[in-house]
């Protein structure tokens, strides 16, 4: 058997370690990772290896050259240009012969058996095996599901907390006979989990599962570093301590060469020291790795920390719970007592105190008696992601500066052709025209122009990005509408929707890497500002023509507005006044501290709009949160109807438009109700991601059950002042009133709830459902779904962000949902346990 190791990642999620040296040959206690594996497997009769190689390649080869001196045989593979996993290893196909062989990643540590992996491979007679082990957070990770026979039978690689039906993950351990190669087109960007294992089921290779107990830890960020660190030292993995042992009092050290120290020292827990170690009176060391060239003067305390090569720390530094990289100087008296990442070649002044999870990239200086404070896009982001959807969001001024915003246009410009267009818009708020600006700059620095629209709404923006063949992108700049000490931008393709998942990814790897795209002086790209006036007008024209062209005549309909103080005041009212509709307009100016205090200001507009529609007897009153999504109504009683009765109301709507028009096709998420059946509607239930306009047009209406309507005869996005205008023509159009619709509908119980939940028990909850689900009518397309009976059902996703489950209900009526809510609840706290 030949072994094949990946060595070829960016190592992005774990910069800035990697900052000039590849994630495999990160040391883990004092040799490179990729180095301990293959060792275990050498050790196991494995001699010939094939690494593959890619992102700084002369690194790892001037360390192993062709293996002699470790006793093995290294062959080197370098793409030149990335072919994914599977391509990648397609192209060493001429070394690895006729041979089977194990794949596996140079950048994890692991104690499993790998003998066993080997036998089960064969007792199975397998022609591909899959390793697969069970971890607290799956995320990361291609989450695998298998029958008792071992037989794989679904998967899905890095998924969201919704899509997660299992804590069983894929690690990336693969034993594969080598006819399987001959699946795997040459010269193509081919994936093992995305492309090869689904082709492989289709064409009826059975998949081989097989769970490997011990521990697995995919080493992707600076914390799961540090804690393998600490995995390591407190025993909770089989690893190979180097060097020579010696007992002390109150621990054991570990190291390569003799070591005669001060009895004044107190090494406490492991410690491991490499070469030429230097280390002052009294100083005490607990659970710690130390590299070689390292001095430590008298006094200073160090536990928890992993120190690599030629790194000086001045006397009396207390350092904890750190990771200090190679050629770091640090000043005497210092202290770095909470987490901090110090990459190379920084310079530390005396008496400089770092507090809490902070990173200090390379080459950096602190002056004397600094106070480092936390940085969290430093400190936190970089160890995640940055998107979220297709969204940045962050603390302004704070996580979201202008040096980030200015470094994240870059990152996005490097994505688009020089000389091409981008929409940048925002809202009123003075923080949204800070990171704006900066941004600006950031993408004329890529040699991409700007049509800047200033404060304008954001279905207006897109309206004119998706219709405008001359902008490649949108970017739009508002505070979180819940908290505005935050700041979201948004990126839109150019057809004005949000950007997916993969030009997100390639949009962080280039703001890590810093590897922007600095165009020639004549290429730097130009600025167009934009009054707005075209926009405005493109848009109001084109709605008015939207309804025009059905005569659609509002005869004495009267309607109430409150715009709620957002950008959309410089539109709607227009363009219901060119629609003559009578209308009465409230909160129609900018005002900031009215919306930094959104909560009390939504209650007082829902009672003064209530009371207006009711004594007025108006038609109906309408709610346009700021930036032009989200769409309350309250019906001709004065009532304001719920998110559940909102979307009931505009699909009866529909139901008696299809009635006379023909059927139409509805998109709704899964946890939305689906009690009432609509004679003349096709609705189908699913997960809103990573939708391409070709199948959003397939849709008349495109919902998510919380306020927001996108009618796809206008727009593919959410528009609250389009969908007030069309809520309001089918009112009159078909001669019914919203509170009659209300009554109409059947009462039955729907909510949504949560349930606290650790991040590291998510993965079991979700396993946990499925094995619930068994023998009952299930889905597992968003979450886990389970049907108790025809109509009733609860639906449970883990949420993505926070420390807790989200819980969908629907029921005959409230008793039968509390019943459910019960009975799921006690099952939760039970799989806690």
């Known amino acids: ?70 006793g093995i045989n290294i062959t080197y593979v370098i793409p030149d240009d990335d072919y994914g996993t599977a391509g990648a290893v397609k192209l060493a196909q001429e070394h690895i012969g006729d041979d089977n062989f194990i794949i596996i ?53 890095k998924p969201s907390w919704g ?128 590299s070689d060239n390292v001095k430590i003067g008298k006094d200073c305390k160090v536990s928890n920390s992993v120190i690599w090569e030629n790194v000086s720390i001045g006397k009396g530094t207390k350092i904890d719970n750190a990771v200090i990289c190679n050629n770091n100087v640090i000043g005497r008296n210092s202290k770095m007592t909470a987490g901090i990442i110090l990459a190379e070649g920084c310079e530390i002044g005396e008496l400089v105190t770092v507090e809490k999870d902070v990173t200090i990239w390379p080459d950096k200086k602190i002056e004397d008696a600094a106070i480092v404070s936390s940085n969290v896009i430093l400190g936190s982001r970089y160890r995640n992601s940055i998107f979220e959807n297709g969204m940045v969001v962050g603390k302004s001024n704070v996580e979201l500066s202008c040096e980030m915003s200015s470094k994240l246009a870059e990152a996005f410009g490097a994505q688009l052709p020089v000389g091409s267009s981008v929409l940048i818009g925002r809202d009123h708020h003075k923080s949204s025209r800070m990171l704006k600006r900066a941004f600006v700059g950031g993408i004329l620095a890529s040699g ?85 006036i075209e926009e405005c007008t493109n848009y109001k024209k084109k709605m008015e023509e939207s309804f025009q062209k059905r005569l659609f005549s509002c005869v004495d309909c009267r309607i109430a507005v409150d715009m709620m103080h957002g950008t959309s005041c410089e539109v709607f009212p227009y363009v219901l006044n060119e629609l003559n509709i009578g209308n009465m307009i409230f909160n129609n100016y ?28 108006l038609d109906a009153g309408f709610l346009l949160y700021p930036f032009g999504q989200r769409l309350d109504i309250v019906c001709d009683k ?46 189908e239930y699913g997960k809103y991601a990573d939708f391409k306009a070709e199948n959003l047009r397939q849709y008349d209406l495109i919902a998510t059950a919380d306020g927001n309507f996108a009618f796809t005869e206008f727009s593919l996005y959410r528009d609250s002042m389009y969908a007030a205008v069309k809520i309001l023509e089918m009112i009159i159009k078909h001669d019914v ?52 009976n025809e109509t009733d059902w609860i639906l449970m996703i883990p949420d993505q962000y926070s420390d807790h489950l989200n819980l969908y209900i629907q029921a005959e009526n409230e008793s039968a949902g509390q019943a459910i809510y019960d009975q799921y609840k006690a099952k939760i706290e039970s799989w806690a346990k």
């Not at 072994?3 to 900052?19: D, E, K, S, W, Y």
């Not at 919306?595 to 003064?608: G, Y």
């Not at 096709?665 to 939305?672: E, G, N, S």
């Open 1 to 70: 058997m030949k072994a094949v190791v990946m060595a070829g990642g960016f190592g992005t999620r774990i910069q800035p370690l990697t900052n000039s040296r590849p994630k495999p040959m990160l040391p883990v206690v004092n040799r490179p990772m990729m180095e301990n594996t293959m060792m275990t497997l050498r050790d196991l009769g494995i001699t010939d290896f094939i690494v593959l190689l890619y992102f700084k390649p002369e690194v790892i080869q001037d360390y192993f050259g062709d293996g002699s001196k470790f």
């Open 737 to 788: 009133k919203l509170s009659e619709l209300v009554t109409q509908t059947e009462n039955f119980y729907h909510t949504q709830t949560t349930i606290t939940c650790p991040q590291s028990l998510k993965g079991t909850m979700m396993r946990k459902f499925l094995e619930d689900a068994r023998g009952k009518r299930s889905s597992s397309d968003d979450g886990v779904k389970i049907w108790l």
């Open 590 to 617: 900018h005002d900031a501290h009215r919306l930094a205090n959104f909560k009390s200001m939504l209650k007082h507009s829902v009672e003064d709009m209530q009371k207006i529609v009711r004594s007025l007897e």
């Open 448 to 532: 991409v122009n700007v049509v800047d629209l200033k404060n304008i709404p954001s279905s207006v923006m897109r309206y004119d990005l998706a219709n405008s063949s001359d902008y490649v992108a949108g970017i739009y700049f508002k505070q979180v509408r819940e908290d505005t000490t935050s700041t979201v931008v948004t990126f839109f393709n150019d057809e004005a929707l949000k950007i997916n998942n993969d030009l997100a990814k390639k949009t962080e790897k280039i703001y890590f890497k810093e590897s922007f795209r600095r165009v020639d002086f004549s290429q730097i790209g130009k600025v167009s500002e934009s009054h707005r």
């Open 105 to 157: 990643s140079g950048d994890l540590v692991t104690d499993f058996d790998f003998q066993k992996i080997f036998e089960y491979h064969k007792q199975k007679e397998s022609k591909l095996t899959i390793t697969l082990t069970s971890v607290e957070n799956p995320l990361e990770f291609g989450v695998v599901i298998a029958n008792e026979e071992g037989k794989i039978e679904k998967f899905l690689e």
């Open 638 to 683: 004065g009532e304001l109807l719920s998110m559940q009765d909102s979307l009931l109301v505009v699909l009866a709507l529909m139901d008696i438009e299809a009635a006379k028009e023909g059927r139409k096709r509805i998109f709704l998420p899964t946890w939305a109700p689906d009690m009432i059946k609509f004679d003349n509607l096709d609705i």
């Open 163 to 290: 899509e997660v039906f299992s804590d069983t993950i894929n690690t990336g351990i693969y034993i594969i006979e080598p006819e399987i190669l001959k699946y795997i087109p040459k010269g193509e960007n081919f994936d093992f989990a995305k492309d090869l294992f689904p082709l492989l089921m289709k064409e009826g290779v059975e998949l081989i599962a097989g769970n490997a107990e011990g521990y697995w830890r995919d080493v992707g960020n600076p914390d799961s570093y540090r804690e393998v660190h600490e995995d390591i030292m407190s025993g909770r993995v089989d690893f190979k301590m180097p060097g020579q042992k010696t007992k002390y009092p109150d621990g054991v050290l570990y190291s390569d060469a003799p070591y005669t120290l001060d009895e004044s020292i107190e090494i406490i827990g492991n410690v491991v020291l490499g070469k030429n170690v230097s280390i002052g009176k009294r100083t005490k060391l607990k659970n710690s790795v130390i």
